[in-house]
């Protein structure tokens, strides 16, 4: 995945994120959840507990397409927003390895197509720094 040295720090750096999927007639739906780089495949998995019974892994089943928010404020005084999103096409896997002990075995992976952000590698202020992910 292209990030920036900067991106890939912060994201390393958080321990939650919103994803947002497509439920069932069409309305986003957006949750909390934990996720980690995947270095080795270029892509940000989501794992949980009892993962597979929830409506964002049966919204991915049936629609792949996703965003993940990961952001926070570096100060409040000033106040300094910061943060990243990154759109992509999402898998619902059954039986992956747990990312963290106490994970059940499905597992949403998901390939960036674009990424957003702010505050990381730009004024917070300023349009996000926006940029399509190219694949091998």
Do not use: C
Not at 12 to 20: E, K, M, T
Not at 78 to 104: C, K
Not at 111 to 118: I, Y
């Amino acid at each position: 995945m292209d990030l920036s040295e900067n991106e890939h720090n912060y994201l390393n750096s958080q321990p939650l994120g919103r994803l947002a999927t497509l439920a069932p007639d069409g309305s986003p739906q957006s949750r909390p959840v934990g996720f980690f780089l995947n270095e080795a495949l270029g892509t940000i998995d989501i794992g949980g507990h009892n993962l597979g019974r929830s409506q964002k892994f049966r919204n991915v089943q049936r629609d792949g397409r996703v965003t993940l928010v990961v952001d926070d404020l570096a100060s409040i005084d000033p106040w300094a927003p910061r943060g990243i999103e990154i759109r992509g096409e999402a898998e619902a896997l059954t039986d992956a390895e747990p990312p963290r002990p106490g994970f059940s075995s499905e597992l949403i992976r998901i390939h960036p197509n674009r990424v957003l952000a702010w505050g990381l590698d730009s004024d917070a202020f300023a349009a996000p720094l926006a940029r399509n992910v190219e694949h091998d």
